[in-house]
């Protein structure tokens, strides 16, 4: 069974592209969720990809590589439910972390 993710692509106000996860992301989907994220990098034409989490009530450790795999490429915005998760695997080290 397959694990509800929805992926959104579009513009922040500044004109960044903004890809926006809401739903679970684990080993079900993680692959879906890595193709997005490599997609959206390619589109943001040599600027930063804005991921928005926000609505991530889950993430497990495929979610997180794929986070890692585009770690140079990419900001998070995320809430306080993952952004222990974030903290603990180290990925705040390796790009910008913005809680809402």
């Known amino acids: ?17 903004v890809l926006t996860a809401s739903g ?5 989907n993680a692959e879906t969720f890595a193709g997005a994220l490599t997609r959206a990098v390619a589109g943001a034409a040599g600027g930063r990809l804005m991921v928005d989490m926000t609505a991530v009530q889950y993430l497990d450790s495929a979610g997180l590589s794929a986070l890692f795999a585009q770690a140079d490429h ?6 306080p439910l993952l952004a222990p998760l974030l903290e603990i695997s180290g990925l705040t080290e390796l790009t910008t972390v913005h809680h809402v």
């Open 24 to 28: 679970e992301i684990d080993m079900s």
């Open 74 to 79: 990419i900001e998070l915005r995320t809430g």
């Open 1 to 17: 069974m397959t694990t509800e993710l929805t992926l959104t692509t579009g513009s922040g106000p500044d004109g960044a592209v």
